[in-house]
């Protein structure tokens, strides 16, 4: 149980472009997801909190306008990456809070691999 | 902020034992352990709520001495899978973000 699926898993595009990367928990609600991007060998930073029927928290330094966060529905919240430059080639992963009747904790989708040329 | 943990990287031989340490200069409510290897998702290991709780898995046992706002992770008798990036995480904010901690590169020779 508390499955992530996160689509696509690697995607190249062309500066100036617009990606959109997709988290859906499949057999559980999230009302918060949550982002992340990870630059090479580096730890997985947050960049924002996705809130259900409800505006983003970004976190400091992450600019919303150009990473434009959708939560519509309790399965499914987009990251739209705007105008991407090739400094917004990482690695982006979401992340779900779950809980079950003895514990909790996070789901983790497969991640993106974002290469922008 | 982003808890430090040590040391940065690690190598070892197949059957040797390692400590990753996890420290936070803030209070500590939880700690979740993680290792992810290169290009995917990280995978959950453990997760410790109360200071002084110690849990096992396997091979790899943590600590969380809340007092001293840290934590450890034991990886006894190490195999080649053990291989990866390791990661503590803590849990904070209404939304309860989980923050992940600079990591640990784990490398398992033969």
Not at chain 2, 33 to 43: D, M, N, S, T, V
Request: aromatic share 10%; proline share 3%; charged share 15%.
């Amino acid at each position: 149980g508390a499955v992530v699926s996160q689509h696509p898993s690697r995607v190249i595009c062309k500066s100036g472009t617009s990606v959109k990367i997709e988290c859906r928990s499949l057999d559980f609600q999230a009302t918060t997801m949550f982002w992340y991007r990870q630059f090479p060998k580096q730890s997985l930073m947050l960049m924002a909190t996705s809130n259900e029927g409800s505006k983003a928290t970004y976190e400091q330094g992450v600019e919303k306008d150009k990473f434009l966060i959708n939560h519509a529905s309790l399965t499914l919240s987009t990251l739209t990456v705007t105008s991407a430059h090739p400094e917004d080639s990482s690695f982006y992963i979401c992340s779900a809070r779950f809980q079950g009747s003895l514990n909790y904790g996070y789901t983790f989708g497969s991640g993106t691999r974002l290469t922008v040329v | 902020q982003q808890p430090v943990q040590s040391p940065q990287a690690v190598i070892l031989r197949e059957g040797e034992d390692a400590v990753i340490n996890c420290s936070s200069s803030k209070a500590l409510y939880s700690v979740h352990w993680y290792r992810q290897k290169h290009g995917e998702a990280p995978i959950f290991l453990m997760i410790l709520l109360k200071g002084g709780e110690q849990k096992g898995h396997d091979k790899i046992s943590a600590s969380f001495n809340e007092k001293k706002q840290q934590s450890s992770l034991y990886l006894t008798a190490s195999q080649l899978s053990y291989s990866g990036t390791y990661f503590c995480g803590t849990v904070s904010g209404s939304a309860r973000q989980l923050t992940f901690g600079s990591g640990t590169q784990l490398t398992v020779l033969p």
